[in-house]
């Protein structure tokens, strides 16, 4: 029985052709590999009705993942995170089918678990036996956890204005933790200088290896399986090194070959902070590829990338799905993170609730239709962010009342 059809590694840019079988990179041309599969094997055991019977997390649909041997399967039971139904919030901003997929309920809280899931795993399979990365924070918590549970060394660095909480998370679960005066390309020099002296370790960087990609495109499959098989209008997604939004589209492409899914595809829209906004500039400017953004800066740090690896695999997501692009306000999305805490009684991270100013911004331009079914990924909890949300609040003497309404 096939557990994984993985079958090589293609270059992004150029199409040749590599090996799965050893531990890999970039691609020669300095860009991501993608994982590849022989999905006529996979359609074998991998069916719509198989999965009906499988245990609900991302390994559901092992066939179109990259670990060979499930004995090397690192879990703590992530994916299949909750669609949820945004009644009074879709309301509010003319969209009736809005929907949320929650990704603030699976491990370590924030949707980096399902690539540090796949990622650490096949490290592990390939004979790796520590990982190191520089992260905006959740990344980092997510690849220290899961490398704790497959027994693995983890080396993480982190800009100092990296959330605290994501910080408590490297140390509790053992990981070599430093903190950069600086952003997260300055990390990233001190990881792969780092990376260079030390034998046995891989760098993890977003897409600088193939396989935290495949862990987040299972948030496409799971989203297809929850609709039954149809796929939404729109998904807005909050973009930063983009690895989401590029499995979203990838597992769309790959469930278009395995014939669950039709012609149509979704809407693509990457979502971008003001502060930080390169994939948004490069798409109105018609560019390939973006340019590193001055100055960048956001409260929805998770997106705080100047320059991402994967810029020209974005924006294609979006340009071949007829999606777009666009830049909110760190005022609106803290706005909007209040309020639909308010409406729905779910407090997500800023990063999430750029996408529901987002939503609001194109149905008012028209961009979405009052009649749509639209997606937006909320990408971690609002806990992880408490700095978000300001507590004043009276204080009552022991001796005093509750004022009445």
Known sequence: MTYSALSHLECSRTGARYDADVVQGVSPAGVPLLARYDLERAARTLTRESLAGRPATLWRYHEVLPVRDPAFVTTLGEGMTPLLPLPRYGARIGLPGLLMKDEGLIPTASFKARGAAVGVSRAAELGVTGVAMPTNGNAGAAWATYAARAGMRCLIAMPVDAPAITRTECVATGAELYLVDGLIGDAGKLVNAAVRERTGYQEVSTLKEPYR???????????????????PDVILYPTGGGVGIIGIYKALREMQELGWIGERLPRLVAVQ????????????????????????????FGITVPKALGDFLVLDAVRQTGGTAIAVSDEDLLAAQSVLARDEGTFICPEGAACLV?????RESGFLGAAETVVVLNTGAGLKYPETIGVDVPTLPVSGAIPSL
């Open 213 to 231: 990609l495949e862990g987040k495109k299972t948030m496409g499959y799971e989203l297809a399986e929850q609709l039954g098989w149809r796929v």
């Open 273 to 300: 902070a003001q502060g930080c906004a390169p994939i948004v500039e490069a798409f109105h400017q018609g560019a390939e590829v973006s340019v590193p953004f001055p100055d960048a800066h956001t409260v929805a």
């Open 358 to 362: 987002a939503a609001a911004q194109l």
